[in-house]
């Protein structure tokens, strides 16, 4: 997902985007959800969010983080 549409999902959930970094803001939109703000945080590609809007991503992310 690229940054422009995860700003428009950040907007609609009353989240301010600013100038945050996209694992930051995702992080964010998930804390509005109510859910846990775990986004490219599991590097053992370990997740039981099926669902998860961001999974695609967030694999790819804790990859390159580590």
Known sequence: MNMKEIRAIAKAQGVKPLKRKKADLIRSIQL????????????????????CLWRDDCFGQAIKAA
């Open 32 to 51: 509005s959800e109510g859910n846990v703000d775990c986004f490219a945080s599991s590097q053992q590609q370990a997740c039981n969010q099926m669902n």
